[in-house]
């Protein structure tokens, strides 16, 4: 007479349903320590190679909004970009100041050029230099290091400026950002709902 095993009720069980049942419990562990490792591995790659910051001013407006640590934009910062190749021109960088703030400013200028305003139209190396569409209602100010039409060298450094440049401490106040002070490159608007979107034109 075959021997049959039992449960805790003292129901008899037959030894091919606790296989089964040992079989499909390994199944779903192993499924669970599959998704707990993409889970960390996507974490992990989250912090390396990107990064969310609150917009808390509006000196990137209209570009990038905020007038206050708890009402402006979530923006989406990406650091593989700059891996690969420096920034361009027009691309709005994240980088710290010299007191460790994150900021997010418009390159302007790039290494080794010149940087001077005519009539709000910005020059590098004494000629004007087009602006994307998506930028092209932009109006900069002169102040700060640009006034009188002086012209700025870059160095090895990056000019910026805010888009709305009235009310921006950028370059024209704290000279060019050193290489290794920027972070990365703004990528993605992601939060309001109704202000997501990419950030470079």
Not at 100 to 114: F, Y
Not at 171 to 192: K, M, N, T
Request: with cysteine.
């Amino acid at each position: 007479m075959a021997q049959t095993s039992a449960d805790a009720a003292g129901n008899p069980q037959e030894p091919g349903r606790l296989s089964k049942a040992r079989w499909l419990l390994g199944r779903v562990g192993r499924h669970v320590e599959r998704l707990l490792a993409i889970i960390g591995a996507l974490f992990i790659a989250y912090h390396l190679t990107l990064h969310v910051s609150v917009i808390s001013s509006g000196s990137m407006s209209p570009t990038l909004q905020g007038d206050g640590p708890d009402n402006g934009d979530w923006v989406l910062m990406e650091t593989v970009s700059y891996r690969l190749r420096r920034p361009r021109r027009w691309e709005v960088v994240a980088f710290r100041d010299y007191e460790g703030r994150g900021l997010m400013k418009r390159a302007v200028g790039l290494p080794g050029e010149s940087v001077s305003m005519k009539d709000g139209v910005v020059m590098i190396d004494g000629e004007a230099v087009k602006r994307p569409a998506g930028i092209e209602s932009l109006k900069y100010y002169a102040f700060g290091n640009l006034m009188r039409g002086r012209k700025i060298p870059c160095g090895k450094g990056y000019y910026v400026l805010g888009d709305d440049s009235r009310d921006s401490n950028d370059s024209r106040f704290e000279g060019p950002v050193q290489p290794d002070r920027i972070l990365g490159r703004a990528w993605l608007i992601v939060w309001p709902p109704d202000r997501i979107g990419f950030v470079n034109p």
